[in-house]
């Protein structure tokens, strides 16, 4: 949902792994999206057992094509009425390989019009050790106009089966970690879905009630208040009523960017692409139903 300059506006989740990013791109915004979010995690392949960047991919992201692509993707946005509104860097924060490429991600996000690029913090590292990552990477991203947003984390507790704190994993934690590096460029994306998983002491409401100001993008999905779901809103347990009240209370005016990457899944559409338009709209549904939640608060 939200307001900038007066249009609802926004965002979609990643298929480009189901469809490819260029067709992706043309049925959201068939489907009534206003913007596209520029998920890179085809940077590279990522080997999670020995958390290590592997070689071979051939994803255009991957290559020299890169900055070309990001471009061709910026054209087909322009040509379908659509605009890219952030990105989301490589996730894998705690392999020292990936931080060179984060430069990339920013300089990308900048070629295909976006203004906010996603970084995680490092799951297990404190606040002044995350400052020290994202202050390295301020001066490029101000060079190419393009905020850092550190994103509300976890890690998993097998003997109790729930979340368990990681980086800015609580509205606490959060705050410290942009107090530590006190910069505009580094802002907030409240992943609605972490915040409201169990053994984490938070919720999205507090956490942006907490962060006001900086909460400047979002991650909206839906799950059962125990796993990372990344289902479309309504369909699981959050309640989206607090949270929504919580966006107008501080004036939020970003995009209602949706993560619900698992829902075509879910449904299948990643082995038969055939009806993933139909997929699509319940997507753009979803979201447009919290936009007249915001609309009537």
């Given at each position: 949902?939200?307001?900038?300059?007066?249009?609802?506006?926004?965002?979609?989740?990643?298929?480009?792994?189901?469809?490819?990013?260029?067709?992706?791109?043309?049925?959201?915004?068939?489907?009534?999206?206003?913007?596209?979010?520029?998920?890179?995690?085809?940077?590279?392949?990522?080997?999670?057992?020995?958390?290590?960047?592997?070689?071979?991919?051939?994803?255009?992201?991957?290559?020299?094509?890169?900055?070309?692509?990001?471009?061709?993707?910026?054209?087909?946005?322009?040509?379908?009425?659509?605009?890219?509104?952030?990105?989301?860097?490589?996730?894998?924060?705690?392999?020292?390989?990936?931080?060179?490429?984060?430069?990339?991600?920013?300089?990308?996000?900048?070629?295909?019009?976006?203004?906010?690029?996603?970084?995680?913090?490092?799951?297990?590292?404190?606040?002044?050790?995350?400052?020290?990552?994202?202050?390295?990477?301020?001066?490029?991203?101000?060079?190419?106009g393009v905020k850092i947003a550190a994103e509300n984390m976890w890690n998993w507790d097998k003997e109790k089966d729930c979340a368990s704190p990681a980086a800015c994993s609580d509205e606490n934690d959060f705050k410290a970690h942009l107090?530590?590096?006190?910069?505009?460029?580094?802002?907030?994306?409240?992943?609605?879905?972490?915040?409201?998983?169990?053994?984490?002491?938070?919720?999205?409401?507090?956490?942006?009630?907490?962060?006001?100001?900086?909460?400047?993008?979002?991650?909206?999905?839906?799950?059962?208040?125990?796993?990372?779901?990344?289902?479309?809103?309504?369909?699981?347990?959050?309640?989206?009523?607090?949270?929504?009240?919580?966006?107008?209370?501080?004036?939020?005016?970003?995009?209602?960017?949706?993560?619900?990457?698992?829902?075509?899944?879910?449904?299948?559409?990643?082995?038969?692409?055939?009806?993933?338009?139909?997929?699509?709209?319940?997507?753009?549904?979803?979201?447009?139903?919290?936009?007249?939640?915001?609309?009537?608060?």
């Open positions: 949902m939200i307001f900038l300059q007066e249009e609802s506006i926004y965002a979609y989740v990643y298929c480009g792994r189901i469809i490819g990013e260029e067709r992706a791109i043309e049925l959201f915004a068939k489907a009534g999206f206003d913007a596209w979010d520029f998920s890179m995690f085809d940077m590279f392949k990522y080997d999670f057992k020995n958390n290590c960047v592997l070689s071979g991919n051939d994803h255009p992201l991957a290559g020299a094509e890169a900055y070309s692509f990001a471009k061709k993707l910026r054209k087909v946005g322009e040509d379908n009425g659509i605009h890219c509104n952030q990105s989301h860097a490589p996730f894998q924060t705690g392999c020292k390989e990936i931080r060179d490429f984060y430069k990339k991600a920013i300089e990308l996000t900048a070629i295909a019009g976006g203004k906010i690029c996603v970084i995680h913090p490092d799951n297990y590292l404190s606040a002044m050790e995350n400052a020290e990552i994202y202050s390295e990477l301020l001066p490029f991203a101000k060079e190419h107090d530590a590096v006190d910069d505009d460029f580094l802002v907030a994306c409240v992943d609605i879905g972490h915040a409201e998983m169990k053994g984490l002491n938070t919720s999205a409401a507090k956490m942006i009630y907490a962060l006001k100001d900086k909460v400047q993008t979002l991650h909206i999905h839906d799950n059962d208040k125990l796993h990372d779901s990344h289902q479309i809103p309504f369909s699981m347990e959050i309640d989206f009523d607090p949270i929504v009240k919580a966006l107008k209370d501080i004036n939020y005016n970003g995009y209602l960017t949706l993560e619900a990457d698992r829902y075509l899944i879910s449904k299948g559409y990643d082995k038969d692409p055939t009806d993933i338009f139909t997929g699509i709209k319940e997507m753009f549904n979803s979201v447009d139903a919290l936009r007249k939640m915001f609309e009537t608060v």
